[in-house]
């Protein structure tokens, strides 16, 4: 077993060659220490289809500009700004729910429906409402060739139709969020609003406006931002929120003991910020949900100069690939019981790991750690004190098990649940 600082670092497995030699360390046993080094590890460099969907934003950049983007994002998901965005989160969900309405009793695929929630979240809290064409149709081919390299001197010459059908979306996504940037800016000069916005975009659009020259952002910083925050604020979260509702429908005592403590905080209102602190057995529920089937379930670092790991001596420009789902399927840590559904583990997150906060990790760890992690969560506790206050869960028949890691971890063929109605005026 593996705690920080430990010398056990697990198995080596060959799983991809590129021209550079590139081999990739898969262990459950790894330590801290190469998530917060951040000399000796760093972000590789992204995969062509990685690439097209995130561009050089956030996630993938290094240094100063890294620190510059960070302080925007720190103050964008933080705080305020979070609580001020919880009534859109609820709108979002009214609508979703809405629709519902319609199809009580009748089986639901929430997969689906909670991508459109998701995007329709992020699009009205980070882009104020609108829509980025495009971005859904990029993350499906980028997750179906998520660990294909370009052969450089083929690729000069010959493009696959995923390849070609990508750069034309990457285009369209560039010419959506120019379109929205242009009126924000339009609105400025006609005297129709004295800011770009107090959004994130807003506050991306000020930054590109900025005097200095050295602080400003460039349009295509601007637009791999927008393309960044939309994919990791959306697929994630779609995620983390499928595979809770299932497990809720599943395990129906833990379901009535999370109605009743949303009922207990919020009776029939809707949720607020204020509340969210006090629901604690729907964060252990999450935190459970997140061990299981952990969205993002390993993260990739590029060894920037050469450094040993444990016994091992890992070469510079190798890439060490942690697998966050393996961390928290480890029945060292957890125990035997590690693949069962038991969210009494997280009374208390440290208790939980044995105070090794490696054992944990579903945002990540370290200063890459995830940016939007609060807004996620607030997000989840929102729609699901909204379901749950409206409706008991089953799972349908027609489900079939089959989770697969596909840029996040997801459902092959949906998850299909039935909702029954509380309320007969519903
Ligand atoms: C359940 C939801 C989420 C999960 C499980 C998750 C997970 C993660 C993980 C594991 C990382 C670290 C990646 C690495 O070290 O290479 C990360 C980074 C990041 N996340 Fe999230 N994330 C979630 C939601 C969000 C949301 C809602 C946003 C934006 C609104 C977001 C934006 C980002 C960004 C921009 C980074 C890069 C941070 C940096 O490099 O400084 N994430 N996330």
Same mark, same amino acid.
């Given at each position: 077993m593996v705690t920080p600082g430990s010398t056990n670092t697990g198995a080596l497995f060959l799983v991809g060659m590129e021209f550079e030699l590139n081999c990739k360390l898969q262990t459950q046993n790894w330590s801290k220490r190469s998530l917060k080094t951040v000399t000796a590890f760093r972000k590789p460099k992204a995969l062509y289809f990685f690439d097209k969907l995130l561009g050089d934003g956030l996630a993938s950049t290094e240094r100063e500009k890294w620190a510059r983007q960070r302080k925007l994002a720190n103050y964008a998901f933080h705080g305020e700004s979070l609580k001020n965005m919880t009534p859109a989160v609820v709108a979002s969900v009214e609508t979703m729910l809405e629709k519902w309405k319609s199809k009580e009793g009748k089986e639901i695929e929430v997969f689906q429906e909670f991508r459109l929630l998701t995007s329709e979240v992020i699009s009205r809290t980070a882009f104020g409402s609108s829509y980025l064409e495009g971005l859904m149709k990029l993350s499906v081919i980028a997750g179906r060739n998520i660990l294909k390299a370009k052969i450089p001197i083929i690729s000069k010459f010959w493009k696959s139709a995923d390849e070609i059908e990508s750069e034309r979306i990457a285009k369209m996504i560039h010419d959506s969020v120019m379109r929205?940037?242009?009126?924000?800016?339009?609105?400025?000069?006609?005297?129709?609003?004295?800011?770009?916005?107090? +959004?994130?975009? &807003?506050?991306? /659009? %000020?930054?590109?406006?900025?005097?200095?020259?050295?602080?400003?952002?460039?349009?295509?910083?601007?637009?791999?931002?927008?393309?960044?925050?939309?994919?990791?604020?959306?697929?994630?979260?779609?995620?983390?929120?499928?595979?809770?509702?299932?497990?809720?429908?599943?395990?129906?005592?833990?379901?009535?003991?999370a109605r009743a403590e949303v009922i207990e905080v919020f009776g029939n209102q809707n949720p607020d910020s204020e509340g969210m602190a006090k629901l604690k057995t729907i964060t252990m529920i999450i935190n459970e949900t997140l061990r299981l089937y952990p969205p993002i379930s390993g993260v990739i670092r590029e060894v920037g100069r050469e450094v040993q790991l444990g016994k091992l001596v890992l070469p510079t420009h190798s890439e060490v690939d942690m697998r966050i789902i393996a961390l928290h399927h480890d029945p +060292?840590?957890? &125990?035997?019981? /590690? %693949?069962?559904?038991?969210?009494?583990?997280?009374?208390?997150?440290?208790?939980?790991?044995?105070?090794?906060?490696?054992?944990?990790?579903?945002?990540?760890?370290?200063?890459?750690?995830?940016v939007g992690m609060s807004f996620a969560i607030t997000e989840v506790k929102t729609a699901l004190s909204m379901i749950l206050q409206r409706y008991t869960v089953t799972v349908s028949p027609t489900y079939v098990h089959a989770p697969a890691s596909r840029l996040t971890l997801k459902p092959q063929h949906g998850i299909q649940l039935l909702f029954h109605s509380l309320h007969n005026d519903a």
């Open positions: 929205i940037v242009k009126k924000r800016e339009e609105r400025v000069v006609n005297g129709e609003a004295d800011n770009f916005g107090r +959004d994130f975009l &807003g506050l991306l /659009v %000020n930054a590109y406006h900025e005097a200095d020259q050295k602080n400003r952002l460039s349009i295509q910083d601007l637009v791999d931002e927008c393309k960044t925050f939309y994919l990791a604020g959306q697929e994630t979260v779609n995620s983390l929120l499928a595979w809770a509702t299932l497990l809720l429908a599943i395990h129906t005592d833990w379901q009535d003991k +060292d840590l957890w &125990g035997d019981d /590690v %693949n069962l559904f038991k969210p009494e583990r997280f009374e208390g997150i440290a208790k939980a790991t044995k105070y090794n906060a490696a054992a944990f990790m579903p945002f990540g760890l370290g200063s890459r750690s995830c």
